[in-house]
């Protein structure tokens, strides 16, 4: 079948499945510009809406059932409606949902996580992991007295001004491999914010490290993502963060891993795995069980800076929900879940996604790569090795859509972008759901003569 053909099968396929969701979404729209609230969840022709999860699946307000794969972009490590989770919720629901005060189970969480992440002596909570890792930036900077923030090309770490830069950056307007230019990812930026980003190459460590001791007198902070997420779960390789955390030592310039995402690669997050240990790390997603919070922590010299005991704290950090007791609550008790067992079961099935997805797309002859590490997973279609940002550019994107309208068909949501992150509701019963549900779309995708087209969409 000819590769637009097929996207206009799985489109009408999925609008015949989702009449309900297109009459909200339409709806929608008159009141939210393109009808949601956050935009990395639109797809054409329409998102799908949500009506209720229940561990691994989801229904959708047409009452498709779907094996979810996504787990809110990595947030729900248990999946939905955990009953641990809900528990904790309903106590402290019934307790308070918010104070003018610390809680308890503000401390119980903040000893929770210092125990378990090792370069952690103090934390403090936010709303969000952007939040957090504004804050972060924030701490760098008044501890070294300097400005500039580094980012890994195709890195994310949130939507403040300096993060928005590079994320997924045209490679026509990004410049050189290894001196990349800092790029903005929206419109709305000031100039000298951008102007503040140091964009270096990932998995380039004598390249990033060059440009770093270049801009080494003004640099606060180098950020970095152990697995890069939303430029499709790109691991970084160990000598890379070795190289990083020399030169940031060397000039005393704040190393800071966003663990957001892959936090749940090891039960003491990213750290634990690579044997890196940074100055700072920003945490969200699945820190809050399901509920909205961020957290960011580190070394007791840098976090001192915001603590108010001694006066005027250097750093304020107000914030009416700051720390919500029910976030809290649910992100305790999930993590007490994610105990290092869970994390044993989810790398697993990690392992048999990344397994099943390449004997697949191999058989099928179709040009993939699967990245990854534990539990997270990411589908590149292109033959080049996926090491950094620009691997990824080339691949077809027309082709990732319409594998993600074609697993919706099936009754399997992944994120849209090609990634994933299997809660521990998933076990190997759904690695197969998925593998059949590929293995029938690949009968449909053939003649595979058909489909390396590299397009951008
Ligand atoms: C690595 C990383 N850092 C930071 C953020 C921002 O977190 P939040 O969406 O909670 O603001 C995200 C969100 O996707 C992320 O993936």
Known sequence: MHAAALEETEAAAFRRRTPASARWHAEARAFLPGGDSRSTVFYQPYPAIMERGEGCRLHDLDGNVLLDFTGNHSSLVHGYGHPGVLDAVRAQLARGTAFPSGTRVQIDLARHLTRRIPSLDLVRF????????????????????????????????GSTDEFMVSTHPDVSAAGPVEVPRAVPASKGLPAEAVERVLVIPFNDAPAAVDLIEREREDLAAVFIEPVMGSAGMIPAERQYLVALREVTRKYGIVLVFDEVVSFRVAHGGAEEAFGVRPDLTVLGKLVGGGFPLGAFGGRRDIMALFDPSAGRPAIPHPGSYNANPVSLSAGLASLEALDHAAIAGLNRVGDAVRTACRTIFADAALPAQVTGLGSLFGIH???????????????????????????????????????GAPSTAIGMAEVEQLATALRRIMLRLRPSADLPHPVGT
């Open 126 to 157: 936010t709303n969000s992991g952007t939040e957090a890792a504004m804050l972060a930036l924030r701490g760098a900077r008044a501890f070294t007295g300097r400005n500039r923030v580094a980012k890994a090309e195709g890195g994310y770490h």
């Open 381 to 419: 279609l292109t033959d080049r090795t996926v090491r950094a940002w620009r691997d990824t550019v080339g691949a077809d994107l027309g082709l990732r859509h319409r594998l993600f309208l074609a697993l919706y068909n099936e009754g399997v949501l992944i994120d849209p972008r090609g990634v």
